[in-house]
């Protein structure tokens, strides 16, 4: 039982999948290589026509799934993805997995949130977390001053104000395509742009 209680939990995080199920079929097959205890797509999992097969898979192999909207898919969406599937999507909610919290925001500042919102929703979701130690923030863009602003994209400001004042272990992000990949330190928080081929973490 004691190995069990401090057992790491494995993640496979993407993003950016924009409808492209042959890409959700390879993913499904890593997270079922990697043997993860979990897969987290933050945002813009769909495109405009495609939504067939591109959370199935992963479900096919037995995977618990947690999912976020981009600025790319419709909110509504999003939440029939999560009840057919039977997924949870975290916008604004935290789900725990022993003793690692995640919570997530999705959405793009000025399309469909504000930099206040998008603060509020992160402050939610951590205040349901706030006795874990270990948490991980999920959002589809990035953060201001980060790493993935080379891309010209300005991050946002409430996502930065969100790992300053809850410092989470991890953010996960996509959004910046070119960005994949990126790693870096905000404070104590390891901030990583999964992208489309998809991240394994272990927390």
Same mark, same amino acid.
């Given at each position: 039982?004691?190995?069990?209680?401090?057992?790491?939990?494995?993640?496979? !995080? !993407?993003?950016?999948?924009?409808?492209?199920?042959?890409?959700?079929?390879?993913?499904?097959?890593?997270?079922?290589?990697?043997?993860?205890?979990?897969?987290?797509?933050?945002?813009?999992?769909?495109?405009?026509?495609?939504?067939?097969?591109?959370?199935?898979?992963?479900?096919?192999?037995?995977?618990?799934?947690?999912?976020?909207?981009?600025?790319?898919?419709?909110?509504?969406?999003?939440?029939?993805? !999560?009840?057919?599937?039977?997924?949870?999507?975290?916008?604004?909610?935290?789900?725990?997995?022993?003793?690692?919290?995640?919570?997530?925001?999705?959405?793009?500042?000025?399309?469909? *949130? *504000?930099?206040?919102?998008?603060?509020?929703?992160?402050?939610?979701?951590?205040?349901?977390?706030?006795?874990?130690? =270990?948490?991980?923030?999920?959002?589809?863009?990035?953060?201001?001053?980060?790493?993935?602003?080379?891309?010209?994209?300005?991050?946002?400001?409430?996502?930065?104000? !969100?790992?300053?004042?809850?410092?989470?272990?991890?953010?996960?992000?996509?959004?910046?395509?070119?960005?994949?990949?990126?790693?870096? =330190?905000?404070? =104590?928080?390891?901030?990583?742009?999964?992208?489309?081929?998809? =991240?394994?973490?272990?927390?």
């Amino acid at each position: 039982m004691e190995k069990r209680k401090h057992k790491k939990l494995r993640i496979l !995080a !993407a993003g950016d999948i924009h409808g492209d199920a042959s890409l959700v079929k390879r993913l499904a097959e890593k997270a079922e290589k990697e043997k993860v205890d979990l897969v987290i797509l933050a945002g813009d999992i769909t495109s405009p026509i495609e939504t067939k097969n591109l959370i199935k898979p992963f479900k096919d192999k037995k995977k618990k799934v947690l999912i976020i909207p981009g600025n790319h898919d419709n909110f509504a969406t999003i939440d029939f993805l !999560a009840e057919l599937y039977g997924v949870k999507n975290i916008h604004g909610y935290s789900i725990k997995s022993g003793d690692v919290g995640i919570f997530g925001a999705g959405g793009d500042i000025g399309i469909d *949130t *504000t930099e206040r919102e998008i603060f509020d929703i992160l402050k939610k979701g951590n205040y349901a977390l706030k006795n874990l130690k =270990k948490k991980i923030m999920v959002t589809h863009i990035h953060a201001r001053g980060s790493k993935s602003e080379f891309s010209g994209i300005q991050g946002s400001s409430g996502i930065r104000k !969100a790992i300053q004042k809850f410092k989470p272990d991890f953010l996960i992000h996509s959004h910046i395509h070119e960005g994949e990949g990126i790693e870096e =330190k905000i404070g =104590k928080t390891t901030v990583l742009n999964v992208g489309r081929q998809g =991240k394994i973490i272990e927390v």
